[in-house]
Nanobody, 124 residues
Framework: QVQVVESGGGLVQAGDSLKLSCTVS????????MAWFRQVPGKRRTSVAC????????YYSDSVKDRFSLSRDKDRSTLYLQMNKVTSEETAMYYC?????????????????WGPGTQVTVSS
């Protein structure tokens, strides 16, 4: 059974840094992507960043590509999202998705295992 668990959210001030973690267990192989999405109440979930697990290729949304970065610990099956210079507009629930099938880092996650989310609140 695949399980996805996020951690690292919290309350920070605008301009601060925060590091989120996402750990997956139960995957049979490395043919998947891991991605971060975020969602605020009343709006749709949007893609933030993604890493294809085989090879480590990364993709970022335009709004974060100069401030956020992905890294991973393959032995721990953990993906990290380093968030720098956060803004209050980035207050959201952050979800980790393990994307299977051939979607990889296409921006959608129709076939994915999702974690319960971790709340990030940025005060201005």
């Amino acid at each position: 059974q695949v399980q996805v668990v996020e951690s690292g959210g919290g309350l920070v001030q605008a301009g601060d840094s925060l590091k989120l973690s996402c750990t997956v267990s139960g995957m049979a192989n490395d043919d998947f992507a891991m991605a971060w999405f975020r969602q605020v109440p009343g709006k749709r979930r949007t893609s933030v960043a993604c890493m294809r697990w085989t090879g480590g290729s990364t993709y970022y949304s335009d709004s974060v590509k100069d401030r956020f970065s992905l890294s991973r610990d393959k032995d721990r099956s953990t993906l990290y999202l380093q968030m720098n210079k956060v803004t209050s507009e980035e207050t959201a629930m952050y979800y980790c998705a393990v994307i299977v099938g051939e979607e990889y880092c296409s921006g959608s996650a129709e076939n994915a295992y999702w974690g319960p989310g971790t709340q990030v609140t940025v005060s201005s």
